[in-house]
């Protein structure tokens, strides 16, 4: 048992929060009982009432221990519904916007690497899309090279996919080339049977560090142009 | 909505609202809440011979929900309610025939308030004893205290210590020897309470196992809920079987309990065994002022 503290009651006023949720779900659902049964069984259980009381009581008692155990399993399964809901619509939306990181290393002008931690599944590729969109659109000054960081990328499915196909055909346009580091795990598995591997000027480097050694010293990024990669 | 077995006319929402109060209560004190449910009833004009059987049938419901969610919480001492059981059997009948009587006598209505207001107001005074001396104690030593203490521990330890066999333990509710008969005769007296005032007379029982037997008092909110499911299952037979029973009504009021009852139960993890008896004190006394008015003036409202 906890002790009480400021703390510990806004934690039980949150937890409150589930119960007010299940209570306006609850009254719909009671709302729709008393009409749907209560209201067609009354006449009945009246007539049940004045034909045998020892019939009644036996019909009383099982309706009410049925109702009892009925509503227990209601409200508790609403309640476990809900908690799992508060559990994972906040997952869901980190995972639809997850956390990232852009950099553009002083060193290879031109270079700009983004990091985005979380899978690329069919939920967040449209805003990965929008995102990179947005990036390429406002780099001062133009990009040459887009890297992507992979170490958060863990999975992707085909609409992943398709975004990236899209992604490598709009910079190519664009005379940006498209790279990625750090690519491993189910990412790497599902990268491996695109075409995506194989297409002119799609670089790929085991590290963020590798890529900016490599990228510094074999030639000057302003240089870089798609195809030539 | 016309309710046509107690033929009155009570608000739907009214009764849930009731329903929802009580749950709250009865998950939180182990009690039926007949001490708010039955006034509520009485005081919209239903007829005390129904309050007292409605009230007690839709404690059933109720008392299941609360009871597995407090079964959940580890609350639930099996042993001790299934012993309970049978004095509460024997102590619903004996209340339910004497309602019986008073009914032939035609004077139920004034008998069975009367009595009410008087258990009401002896719990909430003893209640509100027991918290002022315990918090003095408490004062006194300068420090909290460990576990569930209570000013009244010593007469529950003299009640264990009165052997007359067979003597059993109760390890789930802490307590390693109490007479067997003690037990039965804390639940006769409850029983006979429920059958006579209606409820599940968790009013009486509940504070009884506390300060009598020695039970935490988690452990009687729980164990008191379960023994509450049976020996008020009991005395709906009863008193369905003698026409005192609205169903509709109960299951109307059960449909607020569920969740009140959820809600109560789970804000008993939160607070000390002290705090939840100081808390009850009010609530008997809330009872008994609707119940004084109603009689006073006649009028319901």
Redesign the interface.
Known sequence: ??S?SVR?FSK?IV??GS?LV??VL?AGI?SA??FLV?HLV??W??EV?DYN??V??????T???G???L??L???GL?WVIRRMQAIIPALRRLARPHETVIRPANVPGLLIYRFAGPLLFFNTAYFAHRVQELVDTAVPPLLLFLINAEAIVDMDTTGVEVLEELYNTLKSKNIALGMCEVKGNFEEALKDTLLPRRAGFLLYPSVAAAVRELTIEQPVKDIKAGDL | MYFLISETHISVLYLMGVGFSVGILGGFFGVGGSFLAGPALFAVGMPMNFVVGTDLSHIVGKSIVAAKKHRALGHVDIKLASIMVAGTIAGVETGAQCIQYLKRRGNVDTVVAIGFLAVLVSISMFMGLESWRTMKAHKDLGEQPKGDVSAFGHVSKRIQRFHLAPMISLPDSGIEQISLWVILAVAYVGGTFSGFLGGGAGYVRMPSMVFLLGVPTHVAVGTDLFEIIISAGYGTLTHAVKGNVDILVSLVMLTGAAVGAQIGATLTEHFHGRTIRLAFVPLPLIGAGLLLYSLVTGQHF
């Not at chain 1, 009644?56 to 008692?61: E, Q, S």
Request: aromatic share 20%; no cysteine.
């Open positions: 048992m906890r009480f510990n039980r937890s409150l119960f299940e209570l609850y009671a009982y008393f209560l009354g006449g259980i009246r009432f009381k020892t009644y009581a036996i019909v009383a008692l309706l009410v221990t109702q009892g155990f509503l227990e209601l409200t508790s309640l």
